[in-house]
C-alpha cells in the first residue's frame, strides 16, 4: 500500500489561515486607524469652524455694543430735549395764564355794583379783596366764579359792612379765595 503523508499540507493550510487572520487582524487596526484619523480630522474641522464663528460673532457684537452706545447716547440727549421742550411748552402755556386769569376776573366783575382792591395770587390759590353794594352783589359775584371753567374751590373768607366818609352809603369789603384749575395741556401746533 501507498502511503501518502498529508501531514505537511495540513500544517501548511494551519499556516495561511494564521496568515489570514494576521492580515485581517492588520487590516483592521489599519482601518480602524483611518476611521480614527478621518474623525479626528472632521471634528478637527468643526472645531476650527466654530472657533471662526465665534470669532465673527465676537467682532459683530462689539460692532453693535458701539451701536448700542450711540443709541443710549442718542436716546439720553432726546430725553433732555424733550425735557426742555416740555419746558418750554408749560412756560409759554403759563406765560398767558396771569393775564388769562385777569381778563376773567374782569368779566366775571359785577359791573357797577362792585370792585377789587386786591387780588393776591400763591400758587393755585387766588385771594381777591374787593368793595360791593350788597350782600346780593357778593352772592352774584361767588356764583359766577363758581360757574367759570378756570375756577374752583370759591370760598368766602369774610364780608364786612363799612361806611364810605363823607357819605351815609353802607357798603360791603369782601375777601373771597378760590382755586384755579390747572390748564388743560394742548397739542402741539404746526408751526409754518
Request: charged share 30%.
Amino acid at each position: 500500500m501507498i502511503r501518502i503523508n498529508l501531514l505537511p499540507y495540513r500544517a501548511a493550510r494551519k499556516k495561511e489561515n494564521v496568515r489570514i487572520q494576521v492580515n485581517i487582524f492588520l487590516g483592521t487596526i489599519v482601518l480602524l486607524a483611518l476611521l480614527i484619523f478621518w474623525y479626528n480630522s472632521h471634528l478637527s474641522g468643526r472645531i476650527n469652524t466654530l472657533k471662526t464663528d465665534i470669532k465673527d460673532t465676537k467682532a459683530q457684537v462689539a460692532k453693535y455694543q458701539a451701536i448700542n452706545k450711540e443709541i443710549a447716547e442718542i436716546k439720553k440727549k432726546l430725553e433732555v430735549v424733550n425735557r426742555k421742550i416740555e419746558v418750554i411748552e408749560s412756560l409759554e402755556r403759563d406765560r398767558k395764564a396771569p393775564v388769562q386769569n385777569l381778563d376773567n376776573l374782569y368779566s366775571l366783575l359785577v359791573e357797577k355794583r362792585m370792585w377789587y382792591t386786591g387780588i393776591e395770587e400763591k400758587g393755585n390759590r387766588i385771594h381777591i379783596g374787593g368793595v360791593a353794594i350788597d350782600n346780593q352783589t357778593v352772592a352774584d359775584f361767588m356764583t359766577r366764579l363758581e360757574k367759570s371753567e378756570r375756577f374752583n374751590q370759591v370760598q368766602l373768607s369774610s364780608i364786612k359792612q363799612t361806611k364810605k366818609e363823607g357819605s351815609n352809603l353802607a357798603l360791603k369789603q369782601f375777601d373771597v379765595s378760590f382755586g384755579r384749575k390747572s390748564p388743560t395741556p394742548t397739542a402741539p401746533q404746526d408751526k409754518k
